[in-house]
């Protein structure tokens, strides 16, 4: 099968008239699902690639030709914005023609652990681990080989150490420690010898900090005299590596904000997800270890474009892989949460209900008693019944359950309802994310 050349011609038209700046463009099918997204430095130079008479896309992408019906795209302030949406919306959609960013790797973070007497500065793909628990995160950034040259550069002027060694400053025993190798080639003041004050590199810390969320301007204008000193006395070499160095601090401006939600899944996380679940399992009155939680939300905009989704987490932690998206199909004019709710439920644990799988440990809905009664029902016209099925209200966070009449109160910091709340929270954020996808689509398309 061959798309006819007058449907690639239209899109190929729609192509070039496309705003000429960075963004996401998202090919899809007659049905609207989406087949492949891309980042683009041009919208228009980009997307018209793939429909010109000439175009080779290769063994994987070329049959993706005879599918496509329609294209959306997304603006991006810059090819960093680009890069980071087009991470983001590969592992929310899961397009069919992507073979790559679905295997969960995520963009690199700077931390910096500011609690600590002697504050270190280290490079993570695990911002919320419990070792960097109330730093300060950068990030995430585009360029992890930029990251850590930038980072060796500002060592040079800053020295700050990289260590993971436990730098307390009572610890009497600094006084006979040897330092590594950064402290005689002046990289780190050595703050694990006791060679300088808590005071003093307190304050290389905070210029530090500074200048990575400056513009990094009086640094980047002294490597540039420098660079063309070089380059005018002939040491075409030294200028070179000074030029590969401006790039790479130019590069920490493309990044995003941690609080911006591009990688939520090493974001925004519970610091102890086994407690969680221990606590969980107590406050429900559970014989058996929770393992795997699933849970259920339903998003919508006046009653259009109503999802619904479906998050996985085991050991307390996501399993994007079972995460689900569903678009509401048998509820007239879309904007009735319970039947909604009904819907999501007897389609996904159809299988589980016929003995043809297992249920998860804990099923979660986003809602209160009546949002979890709406779940019931669904479940009442099923062979099999899950285990424990719950909903978490917002506001009161209040829990309630299948077997209980009345709802479960805990206190805020109870590490069981932490765990629902990051749950709730993500199957939410999973929703909202794809209804403002489809949101923006349909501007984009009026």
């Known amino acids: ?49 793939y ?78 681990a419990p070792q960097f628990k109330g730093a300060k995160v950068l990030g995430p950034f585009t360029s992890v080989y930029a990251l850590r ?37 002046k990289q780190c003041t050595a703050p694990c010898g006791e060679k300088i004050s808590k005071e003093a590199y307190r304050d290389d810390i905070n210029r530090f900090v500074r200048f990575l969320e400056s513009k990094r301007s009086v640094m980047l204008r002294e490597m540039r005299s420098q660079m063309q000193a070089e380059s005018d006395a002939h040491e075409f070499e030294r ?29 925004s996380f519970v610091q102890d997800p086994r407690k969680g679940l221990e606590s969980l399992a107590r406050t429900l009155g559970l014989a058996e270890p929770v393992r795997c939680i699933e849970a259920i939300d339903i998003a919508h905009l006046q009653g259009d474009e109503t999802v619904g989704s479906k998050v996985c987490f085991v050991d307390g932690r996501p399993f ?15 904007n009735d949460d319970y039947a909604s709710i009904r819907e999501v439920v007897s389609r996904r644990y159809r299988e589980a209900g016929e003995g043809h799988e297992l249920y998860p440990d804990v099923i979660l809905i986003d809602g209160g008693l009546g949002q979890l009664h709406a779940a019931l029902e669904a479940f009442g016209q099923l062979h099999i019944k899950p285990p424990m099925v719950i909903s978490l209200a917002k506001k009161e966070e209040l829990i309630y359950t299948q077997a209980e009449g009345d709802p479960i109160r805990l206190g805020r910091e109870n590490p069981g309802l932490r765990l629902c709340q990051a749950i709730r929270d993500e199957a939410h954020r999973f929703a909202q994310h794809y209804h403002h996808i489809l949101r923006r689509k349909k501007t984009v398309g009026d």
């Not at 099968?1 to 963004?23: I, N, S, Y």
């Not at 973070?109 to 500065?121: E, I, K, S």
């Not at 800053?158 to 420690?177: A, N, P, V, Y």
């Not at 994007?320 to 879309?334: A, C, L, Q």
Request: hydrophobic share 40%; with cysteine.
């Open 149 to 185: 040259e930038s980072i060796q550069l500002a060592q040079r002027v800053f020295k700050f150490r990289t260590c993971h060694l436990d730098i307390r400053e009572d610890d009497d025993q600094r006084r006979h420690f040897r330092p590594c190798l950064l402290y005689p080639i």
């Open 1 to 49: 099968m061959t798309a006819p050349r007058e449907k690639l011609d239209q899109l190929l038209a729609k192509a070039h008239a496309l705003p000429a700046v960075p963004g996401v463009y998202l090919m899809k099918d007659p049905a609207g699902v989406v087949l492949y997204i891309g980042k683009a430095l041009s919208l228009p130079d980009r997307v018209s690639s």
């Open 51 to 128: 429909f010109v008479p000439s175009a080779e896309l290769g063994p994987m992408k070329q049959p993706m030709l005879d599918l496509v019906d329609d294209f959306d795209f997304i603006e991006c302030e810059g090819e960093w914005e680009a890069l980071l949406t087009e991470n983001r919306l590969i592992k929310d959609i899961h397009p069919k023609f992507n073979a790559r960013l679905t295997d969960g790797k995520s963009f690199p973070y700077l931390v910096v652990t500011t609690r600590d007497d002697f504050p270190g500065v280290f490079i993570t793909r695990e911002p919320m």
């Open 239 to 267: 200028a070179a590596v000074l030029r590969d160095q401006i790039k790479a601090l130019e590069k920490l401006d493309e990044r995003g904000k941690a609080n911006q939600g591009w990688q939520p899944e090493v974001e």
């Open 320 to 334: 994007k892989n079972e995460y689900r998206r569903y678009k509401i199909k048998t509820v007239p004019g879309g």
